[in-house]
């Protein structure tokens, strides 16, 4: 499994990003997909996951501002970032789950900043 991430940046508080993952390879096996974000000296934290079923949970951080979705292909996720705060600046990496192994794309950044 390959996982492409793109839609990271330097973004003003309050404003709005949205973070694509496509998979690709052996994804049959894959049963959940998701983001986790890792900022300067902080361990990496479970952002939003969406299950293959389509359900979804959140960080209680970023509960009501952010928003995971899935392309009608089932292979792309998305994560519809809104009302950035100045601590939601991090690196965040897409992943995606299988039976078998963690598959993890390249992180990208966000900074909130003005």
């Known amino acids: 499994v390959q996982l492409q991430a793109s839609g990271g940046g330097l973004v003003q508080p309050g404003g709005s990003l949205r973070l694509s993952c496509a998979a690709s390879?052996?994804?049959?096996?894959?049963?959940?997909m998701g983001w986790y974000r890792q900022a300067p000296g902080k361990q990496r934290e479970l952002v939003a996951s969406?299950?293959?079923?389509?359900?979804?949970n959140y960080a209680d951080s970023v509960k009501g501002r952010f928003t995971l979705s899935r392309g009608n292909d089932k292979n792309t996720v998305f994560l519809q970032i809104d009302s950035l705060k100045p601590e939601d600046t991090a690196v965040y990496y897409c992943?995606?789950?299988?039976?078998?192994?963690?598959?993890w794309g390249q992180g990208t950044l966000v900074t909130v900043s003005s």
């Open positions: 992943y995606a789950r299988s039976s078998y192994a963690d598959y």
């Open positions: 390879g052996i994804i049959f096996s894959i049963h959940s």
């Open positions: 969406v299950t293959s079923g389509g359900r979804t």
